[in-house]
């Protein structure tokens, strides 16, 4: 017989056990089977079984989900994670998208969320007959009708904002710079995309917008940046970038708090302080110099950067906090194609940094300013892996990072035994040990290794892939190409049942 506890004591003894003993609880009496259905259980399993390690989920309002709910949670957390991270990813699900012009090449990929809808953003660019037109398509991942299309001359530039809770989705470069936003209630795809904002800064081209922060660079070449609220006021950059040849790639990736900026070019790694940029304090005719610069050994050819988050982080007390960066470089050569490794640096939190923000306060309220013994994080970045990733003469590379640690890229490494054929290869760069977030000089702290691609999405005999995207919440890869074809696969069956954990 059951010992006369209150529930709430067989409630504490519950969440000491695993999923899969609190599954077989289940069985044993009406009694357990109606305990463990309650929320507060199954709110505990997925910090302690899901969040705690590290496995993604879709972003959710947690106080809005029922136990029932949550336990699905759970379970399709844990069914996608082993999947995603075995040796050779199962998609369940592939599907094909052709962009509207014909023959048009894939430019960029990116998965958002539009009105609660995920969604996939796929730029296309017609061939070198002038005039060049641009092609911006948001595609509904449920039904793969296209939400939005927007066709446009192809003046240079545009950027998807990065933080998924601001109105305006895209900056891109017509002859002005506009913002647009979705409609939800456009007639047809053609009119969904409205202009926002259109600015008359002189751009040459766009480089990143999170939210409000717009970076650009002008028609001779400077860096800058503004706020699309109050685009009078912007902000040169000083560069320290030494000179490159002409004609060699000029990647861009930016990582924007409300306090700083983190801006990798080709050659460096700056963080620059935004406090009076924010407070629009600052001259401006005056440049905003880097408070902390690292130079590279050799030039980059392409690279992405990316804050790795917890997936509990939007539940998290320690939200202004900042979080360990990740940094995926092909460095160049000295001939027209990039070098046969990839690079894996962290930039490691400063622990001790008092935020602007933190509590929702403003720094003049605290004090807390972003100085010397006051930085975010702890320069310089540190090397953790080198990745084998070989690219054939003249192929076509392309990588992406994930907010929750997951690398993917494309590259010539493939079991064909020809000329031809690339791979979609990825790797778990994992949360970093707390003995390498000391940052600095400290580049012992971290054990350097040579690895391998840990997982293999996919490969095929042809040459004709060129962009790569990913959802790691989702389970969901995209893959473009330069005929316009875009191949989306699910690493998740969205209606799989509780009972297949077991």
Not at 341 to 369: D, K, M, V
Not at 396 to 405: F, K, P, V
Not at 440 to 462: I, K, L, Y
């Amino acid at each position: 017989m059951i010992l006369p506890l209150p529930e709430d004591i067989f409630l504490t003894i519950f969440q000491y056990l695993g999923l899969e003993e609190v599954l077989s609880m289940r069985t044993v009496c009406k009694s357990f089977k109606d305990m463990t259905h309650l929320r507060g259980l199954w709110i505990s399993i997925l910090r302690k079984e899901v969040w705690a390690r590290n496995i993604p989920t879709p972003w959710i309002d947690l106080d809005r989900l029922s136990a029932t709910q949550i336990e699905k949670l759970v379970a399709n957390a844990l069914c996608l994670h082993r999947n995603w991270t075995s040796e050779y990813p199962r998609a369940v699900r592939r599907r094909h998208v052709m962009v509207a012009t014909p023959g048009a090449r894939i430019t960029s990929l990116h998965f958002i969320t539009l009105e609660g809808c995920s969604c996939l953003l796929s730029f296309s660019l017609t061939s070198r007959v002038e005039p060049r037109m641009m092609t911006v398509e948001c595609w509904d991942l449920n039904s793969l009708s296209c939400k939005a299309r927007r066709t446009m001359q192809w003046f240079g530039g545009y950027a998807v904002n990065s933080d998924p809770e601001s109105t305006g989705v895209i900056a891109i470069k017509t002859p002005f710079v506009e913002v647009l936003a979705f409609d939800p209630s456009a007639s047809s795809p053609e009119s969904a995309f409205i202009p926002l904002i259109t600015l008359n800064t002189a751009a040459k081209s766009i480089l990143s917008l999170t939210g409000n922060t717009l970076f650009f660079r002008t028609m001779n070449n400077e860096l800058k940046i503004l706020d699309i609220v109050r685009p009078l006021y912007e902000l040169k950059l000083e560069d320290r970038q030494p000179l490159l040849p002409p004609n060699q790639p000029d990647s861009f990736e930016a990582v924007v708090h409300n306090d700083y900026a983190i801006i990798l070019r080709p050659k460096t790694l700056a963080l620059y302080d935004l406090n009076a940029f924010r407070r629009g304090s600052h001259p401006p005719l005056l440049s905003l110099s880097p408070v902390q610069v690292h130079e590279f050994q050799w030039r980059i050819d392409s690279c992405v950067m990316q804050r790795q988050i917890s997936p509990s982080a939007p539940h998290s007390s320690n939200e202004f906090k900042p979080c360990s960066v990740n940094i995926l470089i092909r460095y160049s050569s000295l001939f027209p194609w990039p070098v046969n490794l990839l690079h894996h640096f962290i930039l490691h939190p400063n622990h001790l940094y008092n935020s602007s923000t933190s509590g929702g306060r403003s720094s003049t309220a605290t004090g807390f300013a972003l100085t010397s013994n006051n930085l975010p994080y702890n320069f310089p970045p540190v090397l953790s892996r080198t990745i084998v990733s070989p690219v054939r003469l003249f192929a076509i590379t392309d990588m992406a990072l994930g907010s929750y640690g997951t690398a993917v890229w494309l590259d010539s490494h493939t079991d064909y035994h020809a000329e031809v054929g690339q791979r979609l290869a990825g790797l778990m760069l994992g949360f970093s040990k707390d003995k390498a977030e000391t940052g600095g000089d400290n580049a012992s702290a971290v054990e350097q290794s040579s690895t391998r691609a840990s997982m293999v999405f996919g490969a095929h005999e042809t040459d004709d892939w060129n962009r790569v995207a990913i959802d790691e919440g989702g389970g969901r890869t995209a893959v473009g190409s330069i005929t316009g074809e875009i191949i989306i696969d699910d690493y998740i069956d969205r209606c799989i049942i509780h009972s297949q954990l077991v």
